[in-house]
């Protein structure tokens, strides 16, 4: 199953001797949001999500061991990596709509210019 920040997810277990699921969200707390920004997750979702994944990871590389089954949800870090998530979105749906308003302004000068091309290669 492949998904953004598979293989960073991926190198990290593969590469460290004890991974951490605490030690690989500090260091891509960031990342996890750009990377989940599009689903629109709670943050029990964000979180579970991760977890399932990181999970998975242990096993393709048979370190399951280092699952901590006792490790509970920093709801702060969640609750920050949702913030972060939802203004990422937020932030892409606004370029969107700012693209898209400036493709249909043009959209009428375009279409000026390809009628008055045409005219011009038939008068030829």
């Known amino acids: 199953m492949y998904y953004e920040g598979y293989e960073a997810l ?4 593969k590469k460290t001797d004890i991974p951490s699921f605490t030690t690989f969200v500090e ?15 709670s943050v029990s979702d964000f979180y579970g999500t991760w977890r399932r994944r990181f999970a998975l990871s242990l096993k393709n590389h ?11 949800m920093d709801k702060e870090t969640w ?7 939802d203004l990422l979105s937020k932030s892409t749906l606004s370029a969107q709509i700012t693209a ?9 000068s375009v279409s000026t210019i390809l009628k ?9």
């Open 10 to 13: 991926d190198t990290y277990v």
């Open 27 to 41: 260091m891509n707390n960031t990342n996890i949001a750009r990377w989940s920004a599009k689903y629109g997750l």
């Open 62 to 72: 048979k370190k399951t061991e280092c699952l901590d089954s006792n490790y509970k």
């Open 79 to 85: 609750g920050l990596i949702k913030k972060l998530a």
């Open 100 to 108: 898209l308003k400036g493709m249909m302004a043009a959209a009428p």
């Open 116 to 124: 008055e091309l045409l005219e011009e290669s038939q008068q030829k």
